[in-house]
C-alpha cells in the first residue's frame, strides 16, 4: 500500500509541473507579465510537402514576409482560446523548386481565384510531453484552400528559442479530396498526384 501511495504521489507531482510548465511558458514573459497575445515572426516557415507517381515534391516560402498578432481571448492553466484571426498566405509566394511544378500548384489551389491559403488559430489545449523543456498540445485550427474551409486538429510542440522567443512545430497531412479538390494530372494521366498533402509549420513566436 505504501508503494502505492508513493506511485500516485510521484504521477500527481508530474502532472504539477506540466501543469505549472505550460502556465509558465503560455502566460507570462521572461519579465513575469501576463501574456496576452503572440506575434508571428518573420523567420518563421511553412512547408508543403506531397508526392506523385514520378517523384515527390516540396512547396514551402522561406520565410513569413508579414507580422500577425494573435490575441488571447481565454486561458486557463491547459488551455487557450484565440480572438478571431487568420494568417493569410500568398499562394504565389511557395517555391516548389521547379518552375513547372510551382505552375501546377499554383494552378491546382486555383491562385487566381484564391490567392491565399488562410489559417487560422482556434484553440490549444495542453497534453502531455516527455521531452524535457518541450510543451506539447492540441490545437484547434481552420485551414482555408482554394476557397474551402475545413476545422483540423494539429498536434504541436513549444519551446524556448531564445530569450523571449519560441518555436512553434507541428505537422498535418491533409487530402485535396477534403478541399473538394482533384489531384493534379499530367501528360494525360500518365503524372498523378497524390491526394494527401503533408503541411510542416515551423513558427517563430513573440510573447507581448
Request: contains cysteine.
Amino acid at each position: 500500500m505504501p508503494a502505492k501511495r508513493a506511485f500516485l504521489s510521484l504521477f500527481d507531482m508530474k502532472l504539477l509541473l506540466i501543469v505549472i510548465g505550460f502556465y509558465s511558458l503560455f502566460f507570462s514573459n521572461g519579465d513575469g507579465k501576463r501574456m496576452v497575445a503572440w506575434v508571428i515572426e518573420p523567420s518563421s516557415t511553412l512547408v508543403i510537402n506531397g508526392a506523385s507517381n514520378v517523384n515527390q515534391f516540396t512547396c514551402g516560402m522561406s520565410s513569413y514576409q508579414y507580422t500577425d498578432t494573435l490575441e488571447l481571448s481565454e486561458r486557463t492553466a491547459s488551455y487557450i482560446k484565440f480572438s478571431p484571426n487568420k494568417l493569410s498566405l500568398p499562394v504565389v509566394d511557395f517555391d516548389c523548386a521547379h518552375k513547372m511544378i510551382t505552375s501546377d500548384f499554383q494552378e491546382t489551389l486555383q491562385a487566381d481565384i484564391y490567392p491565399e491559403i488562410g489559417v487560422s488559430f482556434l484553440s490549444l489545449n495542453a497534453v502531455s510531453s516527455t521531452v524535457p523543456g518541450v510543451t506539447s498540445y492540441d490545437a484547434v485550427m481552420l485551414i482555408e484552400l482554394s476557397g474551402r474551409k475545413r476545422e483540423v486538429s494539429v498536434h504541436f510542440d513549444f519551446w524556448e528559442k531564445s530569450y523571449s522567443l519560441y518555436n512553434l512545430v507541428g505537422s498535418k497531412t491533409l487530402r485535396f479530396t477534403d478541399f473538394e479538390m482533384a489531384p493534379p494530372s499530367k501528360m494525360m494521366g500518365l503524372v498523378k498526384v497524390a491526394d494527401e498533402l503533408t503541411i510542416d509549420f515551423n513558427l517563430v513566436i513573440r510573447p507581448l
